[in-house]
């Protein structure tokens, strides 16, 4: 499978290839994202809450040479809408069909003004359309069916995280052909279930499972109260935080493809990224833009 252009959205113009990688600001070291982008990876994701300034995405689209650069996700609660579209309009000016801005709404946990959230992102997304930000230049962390069909009907689509093929096969169902669906799937490239285990087991249990609106999403895949406790069930983790070699990490990606997705942002867990995005990039044979 080439990393070759996903299929546009209308009027949508920026290319994400069909597998990109997700790596929070920290971890985006020159050298990996130097890799990434020769490797053929199309896109990266910016994980963690960036700041509204952007910064980390003007440098990141610096330093390369023709990778797109996504959020996942400008959280809304904490920059004001103003101040991000105002990032994005000085990013797009300089890096023209590079750069697509990933936003949500974050977590009751973690927001103290979190309050009727899907009105919040309404109302941002109003914001954004008085300044100019096209929907085609914006996607939403979507996991619901409402945020969902939100995404669908005001931006270019969703970037759902910490969901499997299942949860891609509904999402694609709820969005109809036409939007971008981009979820991020985290990968153990360890062929021994338990080491794998004790590498995913932690990213997965901290914070998302104390996160609501993760338990939530994940109750209606069928998931149960037994399978978040004690750190998360063996199959839980197993789904969430993929592991094997090359080719089973690389069948894991390639399901949600098949079950719909355009795009799928691989987030590898583990001390060094590089031997995984190598052995994954070989089995699916990516090849620079």
Do not use: C
Request: charge should be negative.
């Amino acid at each position: 499978m080439k990393n070759g252009p996903t299929r546009l959205v209308d009027g949508m113009t920026i290319e994400l290839g069909r597998i990109g990688i997700w790596r929070h600001p920290s971890a985006l070291t020159p050298d990996l994202v130097s890799e990434a982008e020769e490797l053929g990876y199309g896109a990266i994701w910016v994980g963690g809450s960036p700041d509204g300034d952007l910064g980390v995405v003007e440098n990141l689209l610096a330093t390369t040479d023709h990778i797109a650069v996504a959020t996942g996700i400008v959280n809304v609660w904490k920059d004001d809408a103003a101040s991000v579209a105002a990032s994005y309009h000085r990013i797009t000016a300089r890096y023209p069909g590079r750069f697509l801005l990933g936003l949500g709404i974050g977590h009751p946990e973690a927001t103290q003004d979190y309050q009727q959230p899907y009105a919040k992102l309404v109302s941002y997304l109003d914001e954004l359309d008085e300044l100019k930000v096209p929907a085609d230049g914006r996607v939403l962390a979507a996991l619901g069916p409402r945020v969902l069909r939100l995404a669908a009907d005001r931006s270019a689509g969703a970037h759902p995280y910490l969901v499997t093929p299942e949860h891609t096969r509904q999402a694609r169902q709820i969005l109809g052909p036409g939007p971008l669906l981009a979820p991020e799937q985290k990968v153990v490239l360890e062929t021994d279930p338990a080491r794998a285990r004790a590498i995913g087991r932690p990213r997965v249990e901290k914070p998302y499972l104390g996160l609501t609106n993760y338990l939530n999403n994940l109750r209606r895949l069928g998931w149960s109260d037994a399978d978040f406790a004690d750190g998360g069930s063996d199959a839980l983790i197993d789904a969430l935080a993929v592991h094997g070699d090359a080719e089973a990490i690389g069948r894991s990606v390639t399901a949600h493809l098949d079950a719909g997705a355009d795009h799928v942002a691989v987030q590898v867990l583990g001390p060094d990224p590089r031997p995984a995005l190598r052995a994954l990039a070989g089995y699916l044979r990516l090849t620079p833009a």
